[in-house]
């Protein structure tokens, strides 16, 4: 069985999309908590949570990203409880970011999994993100260009988690 999220993301139909991995020395669970606190809601005031959100998957916490003028919200997580999902699930959070301000996009959705290496001992962050470009006219045939917001996002969150890598460096 595909977890929601999981599921949600594969689902969703979009024009481009990138993936970005990145390998972390410590457990999934303990990856996933300093992803929300470190990468999600950031130590930038100006970008931090808006409530404590529900659940350790913290889902329905919402930041606003000032840059762009948008908002991303955790929509759902899996994994996170063993007693709930038999274990055995990956650990992962799915995200949304709307609406748009001023990116080039009409929707965008995110997974994060955090899954487990060496028994557990480390995780590999697998993020993946989908977008769907903006239409030219509002509701033309023709979309903008976002292959540069694309690169410069998969940039950006690709020293994020290379940031929460070494936070966790001995």
Excluded: C
Excluded at 27 to 35: E, F, H, I, R
Excluded at 39 to 51: C, E, H, L, S, Y
Excluded at 108 to 128: H, M
Excluded at 138 to 154: L, M, V, Y
């Amino acid at each position: 069985m595909t977890p929601p999220p999981q599921r949600a993301y594969a689902d969703f139909a979009f024009r481009h999309s990138f993936d970005i991995a990145q390998e972390v020395d410590a457990a999934p669970l303990a990856v996933l908590d300093a992803w929300i606190d470190k990468v999600f809601v950031g130590t930038n005031p100006a970008t931090g949570g808006d409530g404590a959100g529900a659940g350790r998957g913290r889902v329905g916490l919402k930041r606003h990203i000032v840059a762009a003028d948008a908002y991303e919200t955790i929509l759902a997580a899996a994994g996170l409880d063993d007693d709930k999902d038999g274990g055995g699930t990956v650990p992962s959070l799915l995200f949304n970011m709307g609406p748009f301000g001023s990116t080039p996009w009409s929707a965008l959705l995110s997974l994060v999994e955090f899954v487990p290496v060496d028994g557990g001992a480390k995780t590999n962050v697998k993020w993946g993100v989908k977008t769907v470009p903006k239409k030219l006219d509002g509701d033309g045939d023709g979309e903008e260009d976002d292959a540069a917001a694309r690169a410069f996002t998969e940039d950006l969150l690709t020293k994020k988690l290379a940031g929460l890598a070494a936070s966790f460096k001995k």
